[in-house]
């Protein structure tokens, strides 16, 4: 699968880094080296997955996520020279669907993209059924997801880890899972990183995103999606 790429990144040695690596890949590869041109490349001609480094001049990087985020569901990876977990999940929660910490493998960022784009390519979700269950319908094919008939916007990491919890409700997802099916493989030390995507989640399908009653917190484990339309809502969970 050839890909359109965008890299956003101000450092010239690790856009070209980048650039040669996802070329090498046979994907076509766009440099960009601050972040109002990035918003503006997007605009003008959507690519299929946004590199994007935080620490960019102008427009940062993570106000390039917040904006695009209400436009459109693009993919985007993050890189960041922080190491911080309050940093990571900012950006997760400003919609990144990936993010990696300076200096990184070129080769595991490629495997990165690799996994982002196959997931955009092809949905997670089993073959073209429409999932409804209860006000909520998760769509596959169209990637769309709406509650009581009012169209939810989802990045594609949130997307597919919905996808999974109301494919199969009341069963118990741990984190685990939950990441392999959001991002394409197994990356034990970001788990923390779904906590936030169910946050992102109940923010928009739930009447009440602190007493979840469909993303419920399964302690110890993971998630699930509430099976019974009598189940009482879980406690105040400010924390997942």
Request: hydrophobic share 45%; charged share 30%; proline share 7%.
């Amino acid at each position: 699968m050839r890909a359109r790429v965008l890299i956003a990144e101000d450092d010239e040695k690790q856009a070209e880094l980048v650039r040669r690596y996802l070329e090498r890949d046979g994907h076509h590869a766009v440099v960009v080296r601050d972040g109002q041109a990035a918003l503006d490349e997007v605009r003008r001609r959507r690519p299929d997955l946004l590199v994007l480094d935080v620490m960019l001049p102008g427009v940062s990087g993570l106000e390039v996520c917040r904006v695009l985020r209400r436009e459109c569901d693009l993919p985007v990876l993050m890189l960041t020279a922080r190491s911080a977990e309050s940093d990571l999940l900012l950006g997760l929660d400003l919609g990144a669907d990936d993010y990696m910490t300076k200096p990184y493998s070129p080769r595991e960022l490629m495997a990165r993209i690799r996994a982002l784009l196959r997931r955009a390519a092809v949905p997670a979700a089993a073959a073209d059924r429409v999932l409804r269950v209860g006000a909520l319908t998760v769509d596959p094919v169209r990637h769309e997801v709406a509650v009581a008939g009012a169209p939810v916007g989802c990045t594609p990491a949130e997307f597919e880890i919905l996808a999974a919890l109301a494919g199969e409700p009341g069963r118990v997802f741990t984190r685990a899972q939950l990441l392999e099916r959001a991002s394409g493989f197994d990356r034990q030390s970001t788990e923390r990183a779904i906590d936030m995507h169910v946050m992102n989640l109940r923010r928009k399908i739930e009447p009440d995103p602190r007493r979840p009653a469909q993303l419920v917190t399964v302690f110890g484990i993971g998630y699930k999606f509430a099976d019974g339309a009598g189940e009482p809502p879980a406690g105040d969970e400010r924390e997942p």
